[in-house]
């Protein structure tokens, strides 16, 4: 499951977790829907690993604080350290070896 972020107090309090993904993304941005989707598969399989997302239209400042300006950008944060960024869509057969990497 995608848990969608609003704040950035539950934002600090999420990427404390082992393991997690935040998706920073867009309703009106075509490549975040496919991203979306592709999250959405594969969060059920990883179970190990916790997914957020965040609109960046309604979190602006989350977006600034990480340096988020091209979408979709994931970072992935171990115990609140942010450890990776990828920026861009990919396959669900990318993102799983992506995944599989992480976990």
Do not use: R
Not at 40 to 59: P, Q, R, T, Y
Not at 66 to 90: C, D, E, H, Q, R
């Amino acid at each position: 499951m995608v848990k969608e972020i609003k704040k950035e107090k539950e934002f600090n309090d999420f990427i404390k977790k082992p393991l997690v993904i935040v998706d920073f993304w867009a309703t009106w941005c075509m490549p975040c829907q496919i991203m979306g989707q592709v999250i959405n598969n594969l969060s059920g399989k990883f179970k190990n690993i916790e997914f957020a997302k965040v609109n960046i239209d309604e979190n602006s400042d989350l977006a600034e604080k990480f340096k988020v300006s091209t979408i979709p950008t994931l970072l992935f944060f171990k115990k609140g350290k942010l450890v990776n960024t990828t920026v861009g869509a990919m396959t669900e057969d990318e993102f799983e070896e992506k995944l599989k990497e992480f976990s």
